[in-house]
């Protein structure tokens, strides 16, 4: 993803990120977690993001932000994602919306740069309970990467 990205900011050990979206409203402080799942033999992490909540350090993945911002966003996340997977070889990065349509959207952006993703990354995509090499025009539940 080649776009416009925010200089991200990451606590020690690389799995927690912030970055500041700058927009038509204001100044929003977003936040970027891996967090481990446990699956037996597996590096698993499930990538969440969302504005900043400050009132219990954790993040906010159903906030609306409307900044006008969402390609410079999702292109930081992407960004991320390749920090966090260089520094943890052989993770699976699991990513899922919050809301259907939020999944819809991360399959839009996968799929307008996958020539440039698939360079680095392995994309898979969740459908009916099995995973899948990621292909265009299938609507997937979610998705996976594992860097190459």
């Known amino acids: 993803m080649n776009n416009k990205r925010y200089i991200l900011i990451s606590e020690p050990g690389l799995k927690r990120f912030t970055f500041q979206s700058i927009g038509v409203k204001g100044e929003v402080i977003k936040a970027i977690e891996y967090t481990p799942v446990e699956?037996?033999?597996?590096?698993?992490?499930?990538?969440?993001?969302?504005?900043?909540?400050?009132?219990?350090?954790?993040?906010?993945?159903?906030?609306?932000?409307?900044?006008?911002?969402?390609?410079?966003?999702?292109?930081?996340?992407?960004?991320?994602?390749?920090?966090?997977?260089?520094?943890?070889?052989?993770?699976?990065?699991?990513?899922?919306?919050?809301?259907?349509?939020?999944?819809?959207?991360?399959?839009?952006?996968?799929?307008?740069?996958?020539?440039?993703?698939?360079?680095?990354?392995?994309?898979f995509g969740l459908l009916n309970g099995v995973w899948f090499l990621f292909k265009e025009n299938v609507n997937y539940e979610a998705f996976m990467v594992l860097r190459k």
């Open 39 to 123: 699956v037996s033999g597996l590096k698993l992490y499930n990538l969440g993001f969302g504005d900043l909540n400050k009132l219990y350090d954790g993040f906010d993945d159903l906030s609306i932000t409307n900044n006008g911002d969402r390609d410079k966003i999702l292109s930081t996340v992407a960004f991320s994602v390749m920090a966090f997977t260089d520094h943890f070889p052989g993770a699976l990065v699991y990513a899922e919306g919050s809301t259907l349509a939020r999944t819809r959207l991360y399959q839009m952006a996968l799929r307008a740069n996958m020539e440039e993703i698939s360079k680095t990354l392995s994309v």
